[in-house]
Every structure is written in structure tokens, then in C-alpha cells.
């Protein structure tokens, strides 16, 4: 019987498919539900205020859509995941952990992979044949994300949109793709935009609701999704561990810089948006990106679902002045 498998972050989605399961990323269901309820929610259940949204988001999301199982990545994602997974177990939620390995390490993944494989009832070439399928649809993204820097067909809004829905392609691969293949086809047909100023975007996707809308008005395009395009798996790999050893998020800032230096080369990036998240464990990554990347870099912090507040928003509007 198929089950629908919440999780708080990538990991080998291909194990689930091969299963015949529905996986849903909990951070889409927040983020495109109602926010700012699941929030405060949480809250109510007793979520101290001092805990990022997205921890809070996906608790309550896990309850909307009454999880058969959450999988919980508990290695190479977020420090509170441990004790959200807790709580949820606590609630009566079937749950599973998934450590991506810290060191990069081929036998340690291939040990991950294969405890979910074991658990979901589904053998190794079942899980490559599901990655064959999904990797159709990744293809078709990598192409759609070349229309957002190179010929100028796609914004950056729309390239957020796509590739940070590749994480669980919707629970529905087939129908994403059948909507993907219709956005090209008009996407296809549009005038090239060129704009004022050339940005990419570092970070976790963000939790404000029109950043994107907000810097085009201000004539800025975002041509660069740093995490988002890592979630579509951009540097396709035949075999399953060599693609997950490929992804930069869950392992160091080295991995991910390393990606960033070359795609703002390519993308002639002009000027960086790096979000953070607040009381999260990844504001300190954000130092070091500042550092080692010798471009106008601006730094967001974001704390609940809603829309760009005053104060960023001057700090968006004096940003793009000086370098737009």
C-alpha cells in the first residue's frame, strides 16, 4: 500500500519511488500552505520562540498532511532536526533517520543508502531504475535553468520554483513533468529579458514570500539558485552514490563554495544574495562565503512567512543603487 513519506530535507528520494511511496519535503508544504499558521501552531504546542520557523513550519506541516512516516535527516541538514524528530515520534509519527556522512565518504553513504533501501523493501537496482526516471525530468530542469542565465527566457522566481519542487518532484513525477514540459513550451516563446544587474542567490530558499518580485522591481534578475539547483541534482551521475556524493548542501562549506565560485564565473554573476535564516547553524557558513567570494555580497536575514519588511527593504533598495 502506498504510503506518504514526509522529510525535512533532499536525501535519496529514488529509494522511496522505488518503493511505490509518495514523499512530500515538509519545507514545500509549510512554505506553500498557510505559513504563518503552521508557525504560530507550532508555537502554540510550545516551540520556543527562538527556533527557526522552518522547524516549527514542518512540525505542523507533518500533522496537515497526517504523515504515514517522516524521515528525518539528522546528518548534513539542520541541528534541531534530532529533537523535531522527537517530538513527532512523541506525537505518534512512524519515524526514520538518514545521515548524509560529514567526510564526504563513499562506504558510509552506500551504508546509509542501503539501511533505507533494507527499510523500504526495495533492492539497489529498483532504486537505480527510479533514479533513471527521475533523471529524465532533471535533465529538462538543468535546461530550464540554462534558459534563467544563459538565453534569458526564465526568471529567477520561476527558476526557485521549479528546482525547489525537484526535491520531491511533488509527491507526482509523471504530472510534475507534464506541467514542466507545458512552462517550456512557453517559456520558449518569449523575448530574452537582460537585467540591470546580474545576482545569485546563496543560501536556503528563502522564507519571505516576494523577494524574488522584490528585486526584479528593483531591476535585479537572480540568474543563480545556489541550493535550489542542488536539489534538481545538476551534475547527473550514472550511479546513485556518486550523485549524492556530487551534492554540495549537506556536506562542508568547502563542497559548497568550491560549486559557487564556478557557476558565479559562468553566470557573470555582478552582485550576491546570501540568506540566512534566523537561529540557524548555517550563519556562521554565511561568514565564510562573505570572505572568499570578491563580489558586492549582501547579507538577508529571514525569521517568519511573510512578506519583505521595511527595514530589508531599504537594505535591498541602497544595495541595488550603489551597484545596479
Not at 210 to 222: A, R, V
Amino acid at each position: 500500500m502506498s504510503k506518504t513519506i514526509a522529510f525535512t530535507t533532499s536525501f535519496p528520494v529514488e529509494v522511496v519511488f522505488a518503493a511505490g511511496h509518495k514523499p512530500l519535503d515538509l519545507n514545500n508544504v509549510f512554505v506553500t500552505g498557510n505559513a504563518p499558521e503552521h508557525v504560530y501552531n507550532a508555537e502554540l504546542k510550545g516551540f520556543p520562540r527562538t527556533i527557526c520557523s522552518w522547524i516549527k513550519g514542518n512540525y505542523h506541516a507533518a500533522h496537515s498532511i497526517k504523515a504515514d512516516e517522516v524521515l528525518g535527516v539528522v546528518q548534513g541538514d539542520c541541528a534541531n532536526s534530532q529533537s523535531l524528530l522527537e517530538i513527532l515520534a512523541e506525537d505518534g509519527f512512524k519515524i526514520w533517520h538518514f545521515s548524509f556522512p560529514p567526510e564526504r565518504d563513499r562506504a558510509e553513504l552506500d551504508r546509509e543508502i542501503r539501511k533505507l533501501e533494507e527499510h523500504y523493501g526495495v533492492s539497489r537496482s529498483q532504486t537505480q531504475k527510479a533514479k533513471q526516471r527521475l533523471d529524465q525530468i532533471r535533465l529538462k530542469l538543468a535546461e530550464l535553468d540554462r534558459w534563467t542565465w544563459k538565453e534569458g527566457l526564465v526568471s529567477g522566481l520561476e527558476n526557485h520554483y521549479w528546482l525547489v519542487n525537484s526535491s520531491d518532484f511533488q509527491g507526482d513525477p509523471d504530472r510534475f513533468e507534464e506541467e514542466l514540459d507545458q512552462f517550456m513550451k512557453t517559456a520558449a516563446r518569449r523575448d530574452p529579458f537582460k537585467p540591470r544587474l546580474r545576482l545569485a542567490y546563496l543560501g536556503v530558499p528563502p522564507i519571505y514570500k516576494d523577494l524574488y518580485d522584490t528585486l526584479h522591481k528593483l531591476g535585479g534578475e537572480i540568474v543563480f539558485n545556489e541550493v535550489q539547483r542542488q536539489f534538481a541534482m545538476p551534475t547527473l551521475q550514472e550511479d546513485i552514490l556518486d550523485q549524492y556524493l556530487l551534492y554540495t548542501y549537506p556536506y562542508s562549506i568547502r563542497e559548497r563554495l568550491e560549486d559557487i565560485k564556478t557557476q558565479l564565473s559562468l553566470r557573470k554573476i555582478e552582485a550576491v544574495v546570501s540568506y540566512t535564516q534566523s537561529f540557524c547553524h548555517l550563519q556562521i557558513d554565511n561568514i565564510l562565503l562573505k570572505r572568499h567570494i570578491p563580489l558586492p555580497f549582501l547579507t538577508l536575514e529571514g525569521d517568519q512567512p511573510e512578506a519583505v519588511d521595511s527595514r530589508t527593504l531599504l537594505r535591498l533598495e541602497s544595495f541595488m543603487e550603489v551597484h545596479g
